[in-house]
């Protein structure tokens, strides 16, 4: 199988392009959109600006006095946000994308990561001329500039686009990985917000190589399991979760009828191997993998009963996923004395992206940080 191949896309001041796009005569000022709360005019805060209002330390967040102030020199715009101008550009922007990748997955307004594994075919040459037939695509026709992270995986595919902006293009090959996040600080990590940071920087740990320096155990200590983990995992890039398209079918099945009414297992066991063949079949084809199993069970009276199984991971091979369904058919029969069936069927839920699994318990054996 082809190396995973991640592009995060991310587009560049977003809110605050989109006005300069609409009024092409603001070009070249600091431009700041805001959030006005209405009690005084200039009551509120920035939700965006353009970089040229950035030299000025005015960014998300800043109140809109504070930027007066520090733009009082300038030609400075000052906006109120329309949301419907930027949800459209958006929603042009994202079919652009969705067009570019194996699987797509919007994760903001201004930002989605697509999968590019099967298309690049795990070379990192090709994922970089689609990343840059992306920026061409996204420029021609919206004239808007983003920046894209290139990477094995979506941690480092996010750290990535955020590592060279405006419209940048930053490529993280794996045996960059160390390198390229060794000096970077703690909070680039998603995720870290001010308190995890705060407690970090208590502990003399400020950049990501420093963290990688704690063990699991220290660090769940310090954050409970779940986060420890992640942060554990974050500090080494890893990251196996699947790019989930929106679009996909969160579920698919197969119902076959049988040649006569029967509660015999040994007669309802091959029709439900065969469907289950047939449905893994597809599920593998479309790059898929699940979580649950369920098999139905349409009686001699037309009732439908199932019987549902989550799996301890995520599969995708006929031997696990039939084995399931043969086992709950088999509970079914011998809980259900009155049943006799006319059809059977198998679904499989929780359908989502194929992506390496990681053996998380596999790190709290090691015992020297990377
Ligand atoms: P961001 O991608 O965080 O910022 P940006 O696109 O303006 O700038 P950058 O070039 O650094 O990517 O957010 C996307 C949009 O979300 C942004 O244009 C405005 C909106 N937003 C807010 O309204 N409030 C906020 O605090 C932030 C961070 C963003
Ligand atoms: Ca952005």
Do not use: W
Not at 43 to 58: D, F, L, P, Q
Not at 60 to 88: E, H
Not at 103 to 117: P, R
């Amino acid at each position: 199988m082809a190396q995973r191949l991640i592009i995060h896309v991310d587009l560049d001041y977003f809110y605050a392009q989109c006005e300069e796009n609409a009024n092409p005569s603001i070009h070249g000022k600091p431009v700041i959109v805001c959030v006005y709360s209405g009690r005084t005019s200039e009551s509120g805060v920035v939700s965006t600006s353009n970089y040229e209002a950035r030299k000025y330390s005015v960014k998300a967040g800043t109140a809109i006095a504070t930027a007066k102030k520090l733009l009082v020199s300038t030609d400075a715009i000052f906006l109120p946000m329309n949301r419907p101008l930027y949800d459209s550009v958006s929603g042009r922007i994202m079919n652009i994308l969705r067009d570019h990748g194996d699987f797509f997955e919007q994760t903001g307004i201004d930002e989605a990561y697509l999968d590019v594994s099967e298309s690049s075919k795990g070379e990192y040459d090709v994922a970089k001329m689609i990343g840059s037939n992306i920026k061409e695509t996204i420029l021609l026709q919206e004239h808007i500039t983003c920046s894209i992270g290139i990477a094995p995986n979506k941690l480092l595919a996010k750290l990535a686009s955020n590592h060279v902006k405006p419209n940048g293009l930053t490529v993280v090959e794996p045996e960059q990985i160390h390198s390229f996040l060794d000096g970077q600080e703690v909070n680039r990590i998603p995720g870290v917000g001010k308190k995890v940071e705060e407690k970090l920087h208590a502990s003399n740990v400020k950049t990501i190589d420093d963290l990688s320096r704690l063990s699991p155990i220290a660090l769940q200590e310090m954050f409970g399991k779940k986060v420890g983990t992640y942060l554990f995992l974050a500090a080494r890039g890893e990251d196996n979760e699947p790019v989930q398209d929106k679009e996909l079918p969160t579920q698919m099945s197969r119902i076959g009828t049988l040649k006569e009414n029967t509660r015999d297992y040994n007669v309802i066991r091959p029709v439900l191997s065969e469907l289950t063949r047939s449905l893994i079949e597809k599920i593998q084809d479309e790059g898929l993998n699940c979580k649950s199993v369920s098999i139905i069970a349409i009686l001699s009276n037309l009732t439908i009963q199932t019987r549902s199984r989550t799996l301890e991971s995520h599969a995708k091979d006929l031997r696990t996923i039939d084995e399931c369904a043969q086992q709950l058919l088999r509970e079914f029969i011998e809980s259900s004395p009155e049943a006799v069936l006319r059809r059977v069927g198998v679904k499989v839920t929780g359908l989502s992206k194929s992506s390496g699994q990681t053996n998380i318990e596999s790190f709290f054996s090691t015992k020297v940080p990377r």
